[in-house]
Every structure is written in structure tokens, then in C-alpha cells.
């Protein structure tokens, strides 16, 4: 994946005409963000040799960078991969069909995980990758209305056929509650001041274009702030669009099932392309890997020892190799944790 608030449009500071078009495929090269470091980070889940074929779930499947390498790299590996948006299931499926029924797809969120095992015929998992925020290939469909840099219909959804668009965000929330998304998800300052302007300009006329609303951010957001600041839209896109798909509260949700559905030597690891995301990682998976005892003790009292450990220490960023080879890995960050016990039967 790659973040919405990657600078993904040229020419930053001049305000983008009514434009439309897409992006070729491929012309980023969709490559898979540090996709050595994750194999890597997995290989001692995915070669155990107390397990005849290893359980691996994408549940951020995309386009399926990442797993093709991983079947290519593992010849026992079954893989469940997961993603809300059917297109990109679609793609994956084709990309991936000559690994025949190593793989089965699925199409729900990341947070339906358990579920999903269960229609897998899975009991428990040796691991899981995570490669959370809107992947190059959703940025690249213009249509798709993830991309400030294109007119485009509002539209934003992982899913294009659930929930309410970013549109309907911006026609039918109340100031307050624009405002709080903007600054919770985007850290926006100008938060406030941008909604007003939303619901001075929606009584005008409702919102259907990207390019309206961008225009209303360079004419609401100080000219100082547009010239060092990068692009005005970047904040406000990525709101709406956490918004839309409540990222968050899935990601909060999706965690302890899949720690739970690990077997005692997997492993998890999840990329984060923004601070919310990773701190609200970084939080489970300190919770996980501290002993409950109280301090002090000479040792720790019986059903206290964590049951997993850390294996990267703090958050992994891309080296320059990684920079060069593919620049939208530059915000990623990337944790990587292990069970190394199972939990305690009451």
C-alpha cells in the first residue's frame, strides 16, 4: 500500500486544473514496499519445519505483490488473501492464478479475520501481513477519487459498493464533526476554518468533484502555509478518506484477532503509512510483549510472562536502496511481532 498523504501530484503549489484521466498502470511499477525486509522478517514463521504447509494471510491482498513473492519464496505456503475492494481481487486472482489453490480470496476487511479463517478452513496462522493505507494501484484509478492530483468524483471507498462516499461526508456532516475529522485524521490546523467553508460552499451547491474541493482548500489555507507546507489537499484527503473506511477502528479491531489465531513461533507484521496507524500498533503490540507482573518482584508471578516478543526493535524505515528503487516507500513504517507462547487456559 502507500499513503494518501504521500505528495502525489506534480507541480505541488499551482492548483490543478479540471482535469481527468488516469494513470497507466504500472507506471509506478507497483512494487511491493520493502518487500526483501518482509520475507525476511516472516521467513522463520513460514520455513518451520515442525509445520507441513504454513498458513500466510495478506489481509491488505491489493494487487498481490507481496504474496506472489512470498508462494515464490515458500513452496508450501497456503495463502488467504484478503481485501475489501473486488477490483482488486480481481487483479490479484489474474496476477496470481498459477499458483492455482494455494491461495483462495476473499473479499471483507481485515478486521473480519476470524470469520474469514473460518471459511478458510483455517484453525490457526503462522503469518500476517498488514500493509495498511490506500494501495498505488486504488491511487492510480483516477475514478477512484483518492488522488488530489485528478478530477475526480468524490468517491474514496475501498469498497465502492458500501458505505458513504466522501461526498456524502462532506454534504451531510454537521461543521463540528468536519472539523474534528480533519483534525483527528489529518492534523490539519486550518481544521475549523475548513469546515466552514465546506458547509458555506455545500449550500451553494453539494460536493461531487475532487477538483472543487481542492480548489476550496487553496482558496481557505494561507498562502504561506501552501508554500511550505506541501500540497493543501494532502491532510484533508487523507481525513476523508480514513473517515470513509473507519481505518482506524478496524485496525483497533483487526489486531487482537489476528494475534489470537497466531500458533506459538508466528508472526505478524504490519506497515504503517501514517501516525495513527502506527501508534495505535506500536500500543497493542507493547501491551502484548510486557509482563503483567507488578514491578518489583524478584520474579514474575505464574500467567504474567508475555506470550509474544518484539522481533524489529521500534519502527523499520526504508533504507536508500528502497527510497530509490520506489519513493512512495518513504512514510512506512514497519513492525514485526512474534508468539513465543500460547496463552494461559483458566
Known amino acids: 500500500m502507500t499513503p494518501q498523504d504521500d505528495d502525489n501530484s506534480a507541480g ?48 491488505t491482498l491489493g494487487a498481490g505483490g507481496h504474496t506472489e513473492l ?39 476487511r481485515f478486521d473480519e479475520l476470524p470469520a474469514v479463517l473460518a471459511e478458510a478452513g483455517a484453525d490457526r496462522i503462522d503469518a500476517a501481513l498488514f500493509d495498511l493505507g490506500v494501495s498505488s494501484m486504488q491511487l ?21 459498493e458500501a458505505g458513504p462516499t466522501a461526498a456524502d461526508v462532506l454534504n451531510t ?20 476554518k475548513i469546515a466552514s467553508a465546506i458547509v458555506r460552499e455545500r449550500e451553494r451547491e453539494p460536493f461531487t468533484t475532487s477538483a472543487r474541493l481542492v480548489e476550496l482548500l487553496y482558496a481557505t489555507i494561507p498562502a504561506a502555509t ?15 478518506r480514513v473517515e470513509v473506511n473507519g481505518e482506524l477502528e478496524a485496525l ?4 487482537p484477532g489476528v494475534l489470537a489465531s497466531l500458533r506459538v513461533g508466528g508472526r505478524v507484521a504490519m506497515m504503517s503509512y501514517q501516525s495513527l496507524e502506527d501508534t495505535i500498533v506500536k500500543r497493542e503490540f507493547a501491551l ?15 500467567g504474567t510472562a508475555p506470550r509474544f516478543r518484539l522481533v524489529t526493535r521500534g519502527a523499520e524505515r526504508p533504507d536508500q536502496q528502497e527510497l530509490d528503487t520506489n519513493p512512495r516507500s ?12 500460547e496463552e494461559e487456559v483458566r
Open 12 to 59: 505541488a503549489q499551482t492548483p490543478p486544473s479540471r482535469r481527468s484521466g488516469e494513470r497507466r498502470s504500472g507506471e509506478h511499477g507497483h512494487v511491493p514496499v520493502m518487500a526483501r525486509r518482509i520475507i525476511e522478517s516472516l521467513r522463520p514463521a513460514l520455513s518451520n519445519p515442525t509445520v507441513a504447509q504454513p498458513v500466510f494471510v495478506d489481509a
Open 226 to 240: 501552501r508554500r511550505t507546507g506541501g500540497h493543501p489537499a494532502k491532510r484533508t484527503f487523507q481525513a476523508l
Open 252 to 255: 483497533r479491531q483487526a489486531l
Open 140 to 160: 492510480d484509478q483516477a475514478d477512484r477519487g483518492f488522488a488530489y492530483a485528478v478530477d475526480a468524483p468524490l468517491d474514496m471507498r475501498m469498497n465502492p
Open 288 to 302: 502484548r510483549t510486557t509482563s503483567t507482573s507488578p514491578p518489583g518482584l524478584p520474579v514474575e508471578l505464574p
Open 70 to 108: 512470498i508462494l515464490r519464496e515458500f513452496g508450501s505456503v497456503r495463502v488467504i488473501g484478503i481485501d475489501r475492494d473486488a477490483a482488486a481481487l480481481d487483479i490479484a486472482a489474474t496476477r496470481l492464478a498459477d499458483f492455482g489453490n494455494r491461495i483462495t480470496f476473499h473479499q471483507a
Open 330 to 341: 518513504a512514510p512506512v513504517r514497519v513492525r514485526v511481532i512474534e508468539r513465543i507462547a
Open 173 to 192: 456532516y454537521s461543521h463540528g464533526d468536519i472539523a474534528r475529522i480533519l483534525r483527528e485524521y489529518g492534523d490539519e490546523r486550518f481544521a475549523g
